[in-house]
Nanobody, 114 residues
Framework: QVQLVESGGGLVQAGGSLRLSCAAS????????MGWYRQAPGKQRELVAS???????NYGDSVKGRFTISRDIFKNTVSLQMNSLKPEDTAVYYC????????WGQGTQVTVSS
């Protein structure tokens, strides 16, 4: 079992930046990929960005060019640098790990004011 703890959410003005971090513990050797998803009120959870154990990244269309995902295998963390934030980026952001099973963090709120 993998446990995930997110940090770094908050309130920021449009055009600003935030950095989210997710720390993994437990059966970390089983993790093949980690990523960030988000869910806005009344909407489905969607992919923001993911990264595999060998560094292959994937981004949702709405964040390409603005967000960057990175992973520190030695520290068992994955980070999401979010630049040029827009009000439509407002959501709860969840960290996800794919290993023997799917693990989710508790979520962290990101609010972008116009």
């Amino acid at each position: 079992q993998v446990q995930l703890v997110e940090s770094g959410g908050g309130l920021v003005q449009a055009g600003g930046s935030l950095r989210l971090s997710c720390a993994a513990s437990g059966s970390i050797y089983s993790i093949s990929s980690m990523g960030w998803y988000r869910q806005a009120p009344g909407k489905q959870r969607e992919l923001v960005a993911s990264i595999t154990s060998n560094g292959i990244t994937n981004y949702g269309d709405s964040v390409k060019g603005r967000f960057t995902i990175s992973r520190d295998i030695f520290k068992n963390t994955v980070s999401l640098q979010m630049n040029s934030l827009k009000p439509e980026d407002t959501a709860v952001y969840y960290c996800r790990a794919v290993g023997r099973s799917l693990s989710w963090g508790q979520g962290t709120q990101v609010t972008v004011s116009s």
